[in-house]
């Protein structure tokens, strides 16, 4: 039986986000891993609701970590100097709490968090 804890991200494919993520999820929700979903700039996927099939191919991802892990915590994250999604901070807070609702949408009966990631690679909260 498993018993170790796991939280779920939905994270940029940006190796230097990783870390801080799995690090914070461990640390707030005393998981012991974080099964990791990433997408260049999911912030702005998710929130601009425009490419049905990638949206459809994270949120199946994201199913078979809280139906196999029976994670309770689903997160989404963006962060400083993404590639994938050059705005600025404030674009990026907007579209986390936008892709945090979205997520929400989905109905999965989990929490889901907006995590913004700053120039210092530093963790935060979106609310
Ligand atoms: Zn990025």
């Known amino acids: ?10 994270n940029c494919i940006d190796g230097r986000t990783q870390i801080p993520v799995i690090e ?22 998710l ?12 949120r199946r991802k994201v199913e078979i970590s809280l139906n196999k892990h ?8 963006g962060h ?3 590639a994938g999604n050059p705005v600025n901070k404030e674009t990026h807070l907007k579209q986390i709490l936008s892709a945090v609702g979205a ?4 109905n999965l ?12 690679w530093e963790v935060h909260k979106v609310e």
């Open 103 to 106: 997520i929400k949408m989905w």
């Open 70 to 77: 029976n994670s309770k915590i689903v997160a989404i994250a």
């Open 24 to 45: 914070w999820l461990k640390k707030e929700y005393k998981v012991d891993y974080v099964d990791m979903i990433t997408e260049p700039g999911p912030d702005k996927v």
């Open 109 to 120: 009966g989990v929490d889901v968090v907006g995590l913004w990631i700053n120039e210092n």
């Open 1 to 10: 039986m498993n018993t170790k804890k796991f939280a779920t991200a939905i």
């Open 47 to 58: 929130s601009e609701d425009r490419d049905s099939f990638t949206i459809q191919a994270i």
């Open 80 to 82: 400083h100097d993404c």
